[in-house]
Structure formats: structure tokens, C-alpha cells
């Protein structure tokens, strides 16, 4: 399993833009694909993002489709969510989260990072 460590979130007007990281310890962080979630207060955890352990596929929610990206640089670790043109509805706690190649969202999670808070202000 990795550990996984979320930074990056804060307060923010509406739209503008933020960008997380998720940075990954432990062995393997190649072989997992990432996926970042969020959860706003009274409701559900949601995948907003994921991507494949080479990068080269990715998914998003349809509410951030066009507006968040999702990246990993697998020689330092790391998984970047980029979100531009940020709206209120955005507030929420993310989370970064790994599983392995060939499992299923949410199902098959192995690692959950601790969370960041991102709020934008209307």
C-alpha cells in the first residue's frame, strides 16, 4: 500500500483556481491508478477525477468535466489536480486515493489521504 499525504486547498473566490497535491509514499506507486474525491457537508463522498497508473487515461465527474485536470508524475510521487474557474459548489473536503490496477471505484480503495479543504467564496 502507499500513504498518501493531500496540500494545496484553501480559500478561493469563485473562479478562480486552486491546484492539489497528493504526494504518494511507499512501494509501487506506479502500478495504482489515483483518483481524487470530495465531500461537501451532508452529502456523499463523490470521485471527481482519476487516472490510470500510466497516465494515460483519465475520468471525470461531469460537474468539473472542462474545468479540473487530473495529472501524476510517477518518478516524484505525485498525483495534481488543477481546478480553474472554481464555483461554490466546489466547496468540499478532498481526497486523494489510490487502488489497484484492475479493481473498481470506490470498491477496491486501498489507501485514502488524510483530506484538504477547498472553499470558494461567491
Known amino acids: 500500500q502507499v500513504q498518501l499525504v493531500e496540500s494545496g486547498g484553501g480559500l478561493v473566490q469563485a473562479g478562480g483556481s486552486l491546484r492539489l497535491t497528493c504526494a504518494a509514499s511507499?512501494?509501487?506507486?506506479?502500478?495504482?491508478?489515483m483518483g481524487w474525491f470530495r465531500q461537501a457537508p451532508g452529502k456523499e463522498r463523490e470521485l471527481v477525477a482519476a487516472?490510470?497508473?500510466?497516465?494515460?487515461?483519465?475520468y471525470y465527474a461531469d460537474p468539473v468535466k472542462g474545468r479540473f485536470t487530473i495529472s501524476r508524475d510517477n518518478a516524484k510521487n505525485m498525483v495534481y489536480l488543477q481546478m480553474n474557474s472554481l464555483k461554490p459548489e466546489d466547496t468540499a473536503v478532498y481526497y486523494c486515493?489510490?487502488?489497484?490496477?484492475?479493481?473498481?471505484?470506490?470498491?477496491?480503495?486501498?489507501?485514502w489521504g488524510q483530506g484538504t479543504q477547498v472553499t470558494v467564496s461567491s
Open positions: 486515493a489510490s487502488r489497484p490496477i484492475g479493481g473498481n471505484w470506490p470498491d477496491d480503495i486501498g489507501s
Open positions: 511507499g512501494r509501487s506507486f506506479g502500478s495504482y491508478n
Open positions: 487516472i490510470t497508473w500510466s497516465g494515460v487515461s483519465t
